[in-house]
């Protein structure tokens, strides 16, 4: 059934095969590199795209091959981004199905914390972590975690807001069941659908604050490859060799669409009142 669902969806299916080119992408990373990422060729600096000498996305500065580059700091991106969404996705959920059912002072204060950090831009917030952390690859997913945390809270809580009123919730708790168990065994898998949806549009914005941490100096420190900080190095040479920051701003873009196309081919699918629209 679902399997049909989604062969009819070009949407879904466009994001999947872009997202399933990049994890390929990292598979292949890790057996095999055109040449070492970090490997400095005094003799090769700055070479444009060719296939005769095997630099095919060219070199940067250093004489570093771009496309080993890009393909080494496709795992570096994805691995972040799927960390720091699973982070903030685990907390904030936890967070928001506790605050909606058990309501009062606890609800109060968990969505007043949410709010609080609702009120700062996603970016700012994710520096104002960093610096107070420091510069390590683990402290970027931390920072990421944090920025979403609230976002999964409030989609969470809401759902069970609109749940635990049900008959089937009543009738758990006459039986003598407990929150916990109510919660994770009643309300939890009725409310996956849109959090499945929020972590697949959310990976879009995390490899983007990724590719921004590291574009600022924040995120993964050189010479390990990174999006990021391969267009930060980009900006003092990409008016003589505008293929240094050509290609890695190609690799989020499209990363980003990929995951922005398969959310919202997922949310078609899942939400009934959207297919009843079509």
């Not at 090769?44 to 095997?54: I, K, V, Y």
């Not at 490899?207 to 900080?229: C, D, H, R, Y």
Request: charged share 15%; net charge positive.
């Amino acid at each position: 059934m679902a399997a049909s669902k989604l062969s009819k969806n070009s949407i879904a299916l466009t994001g999947m095969a872009i997202v399933g080119l990049y994890l390929l992408t990292i598979l292949v990373s890790t057996v095999w590199l055109p040449f070492d990422p970090v490997a400095m060729d005094t003799e090769h600096l700055l070479e444009a795209p060719s296939l005769a000498t095997g630099h095919i996305f060219g070199t940067d500065e250093f004489g570093r091959d771009i496309l080993s580059r890009i393909m080494k700091g496709c795992s570096v991106s994805i691995i972040i981004s799927l960390c720091a969404t699973a982070l903030g996705a685990v907390v904030g959920t936890l967070m928001g199905i506790w605050a909606g059912y058990l309501g009062g002072r606890w609800d109060n204060l968990i969505m007043r914390i949410a709010d609080i950090l609702f009120s700062f831009p996603s970016l700012l917030l994710a520096i104002f972590v960093m610096a107070i952390l420091g510069e390590r690859t683990f402290n970027v997913v931390f920072a990421i975690g944090i920025v979403y945390i609230p976002q999964f809270a409030r989609i969470s809580r809401g759902a069970i807001l609109t749940l635990k009123g049900n008959e089937f919730v009543r009738a758990a708790a006459s039986n003598g069941a407990s929150r916990s168990y109510i919660l994770f065994r009643h309300l939890l898998p009725n409310i996956l659908v849109p959090l499945i949806v929020q972590v697949s549009l959310s990976l879009s914005v995390a490899i983007l604050l990724e590719s921004s941490l590291s574009f600022l100096g924040l995120g993964v420190q050189p010479p390990a490859p990174s999006w990021g900080n391969m267009l930060s190095t980009a900006r003092k040479v990409m008016m003589i060799a505008p293929w240094t920051a050509i290609w890695p701003g190609l690799a989020i873009v499209l990363l980003v669409l990929g995951f922005n196309l398969l959310g919202d081919g997922l949310r078609d699918m899942l939400d009934p009142r959207l297919r009843n629209l079509r």
